[in-house]
């Protein structure tokens, strides 16, 4: 027993010895160790190991390095373009000068034009992120005009003529009637819709006859007495017939002459129309639009009165289409239960 004690405490355990022979290794492979690249010496493969080259661009090692920058460029642009603003003490503006600025509209590339200008494609929030900060250029530029920085104005200008999309001017023009040119005898050609009736129609105002042509040299050699000239009446033909024979119900008529007597005109013009398709209220209601937007090709100081009470808008009304297994548009067959 005395033995295997002695024999214990003489032997030192066998953890101490790995753990100094691990020291040991790793302290001589430390001492060992040279950089391949301070001395000049190839990999084990045989390659030469050359250094990285620095990145061009801050953004290099994200995702999206073009559109970052870009966004950066525009986010200094903004800076900048504040900051000279705030110099020249066009900024901040109040409310009612602000509210005085001339109008810019600006059409800015859709999603799919912007993710090719960016080379990337961009989601949602990006392409309002982008949006917002032209938009921010957009009133800077709209300042710099009006408060005399043509540099300013000019810089900016180039800046969002990139981004402005390339059917700006159709897109501009959308939903803008053009306007109506009177030809080389006075008349006026304009189309109206209802339902589905459609209206053409030629105005022309009423000609009075020259009191001066009326007096003669023989009239005035034998001092008669001036007469009363004939006083001139408007017409108002529909498909060559007169309004009150093609239109026999007076609530036609009325719908007819409104614009007229709206603005005044009524023994004014000429109208001679052509109405095709419908009945008498969708021609009546086509021949009313055609009538309104001739008298404002004569007179363009009625159009927004003419506006506002609707007369040069087309009626959207239509009537409701059948539906299948129903007897009318919203009309269903009795039920029957035997």
Known sequence: MNSLIQNALRTPPRGAYACARSLTTTARQQAEYVNPRLSGQSNPEGRIERPKPIPTSPNFYTTRALFYDQLTQLERAVGRSEAFLRHHHLLPLPDFARAS???????????????????????????????????????FQRIAKTGGCPQLEDRLRAILS???????????????????????YGRSYTLGKRKTSSARVWMIPVQ??????????????LGTEKQNLPVTTTTILVNNMPLNQFFPLPADRERITRPLKVAGALGKYNVFALVRGGGTTGQSGALLQGIAKGIVAHDPALETMFRRVKLTRRDPRMVERKKTGLAKARKRYSWVKR
Do not use: C, H
């Not at 494609?121 to 032209?134: A, C, G, H």
């Open 101 to 139: 600025l001339p109008p810019l509209q600006p059409v800015w590339k859709d999603p799919l034009e912007m993710s090719n200008e960016f080379k990337t494609k961009l989601s949602t929030p990006r392409y309002r992120k982008v949006v917002k900060i032209l938009n921010q250029l957009n009133d």
């Open 162 to 184: 990139m981004y402005e999309s390339s059917k700006k001017e159709a897109l501009l023009s959308r939903g803008k009637r053009k306007p109506v040119v009177l030809d080389e």
């Open 208 to 221: 009075q006859p020259d009191a001066s042509q009326s007096e003669t040299p023989e009239a005035l050699l």
